[in-house]
């Protein structure tokens, strides 16, 4: 050895590394914890209730950051906390919003008198359905300010505000935009 030279023991060296592996691994877990919380979130759709935009089994994500500032608008296809289930979470498309008029005449949806135009639905009649147990409806329905009245795309094959009424606004998780998996099924919803 030369003088000045100290040796350093292995000990602290390994301890280095665990304590760089330890604070590597905590950062990964809290921003991965933060993109999860604030900004995006991965789902599995369990139902037919989207199709034919979104198949049974597809994985989407959905983006938060676009309700921080903004109300959910009319065709934005939304997650929410199913209003029935409260640690489950939804998937369906806006339809109309706080102030407006949603009718259902001869399976064809109108809001505010005007017949919406809904490709999306394929031809499927949107007819009104038995509601949920505590739950009346009468059309036309009047949206209560504050809320959301959403629809799957499958009409024959959903139960949404049909079924269990309008839905608060902050009941909203997100704005799905992307369908990643699988990969033949992969493309951005609008």
């Known amino acids: 050895m030369f003088e000045g030279e100290h040796a350093t023991p292995k000990r602290?060296?390994?301890g280095r590394k665990l304590i760089s592996i330890i604070l590597t691994l905590a950062a990964i877990l809290l921003i991965s914890w933060?993109?999860?919380?604030?900004v995006f979130q991965a789902y599995e759709i369990p139902s037919g209730s989207m199709e034919d935009t979104i198949m049974t089994g597809d994985m989407v994500f959905s983006e938060k950051i676009t309700y921080y500032m903004n109300d959910p608008q009319p065709g934005d296809i939304v997650t929410f906390i199913d209003p029935e289930i409260p640690s489950r979470t939804l998937?369906?498309?806006?339809?109309?919003?706080?102030?407006?008029?949603v009718n259902l005449i001869d399976g064809d949806v109108y809001v505010d008198n005007k017949k919406l135009v809904e490709p999306y639905t394929a031809g499927k009649p949107s007819y009104p359905l038995t509601t949920a147990y505590g739950t009346t409806i009468s059309y036309p329905y009047k949206v209560p300010e504050g809320e959301i009245w959403v629809m799957g795309d499958n009409r024959t094959n959903s139960q949404d505000s049909r079924y269990f009424g309008s839905i608060p606004v902050?009941?909203?998780t997100g704005k799905?935009?992307?369908?990643?998996?699988?990969?033949?099924n992969m493309a951005?919803?609008?």
């Open 12 to 14: 602290s060296s390994f």
């Open 188 to 190: 951005p919803l609008n």
């Open 170 to 172: 902050d009941s909203v």
């Open 91 to 101: 998937i369906k498309r806006v339809i109309a919003t706080g102030g407006q008029t």
């Open 34 to 38: 933060g993109l999860r919380t604030f």
């Open 176 to 184: 799905a935009v992307f369908i990643y998996w699988p990969l033949n």
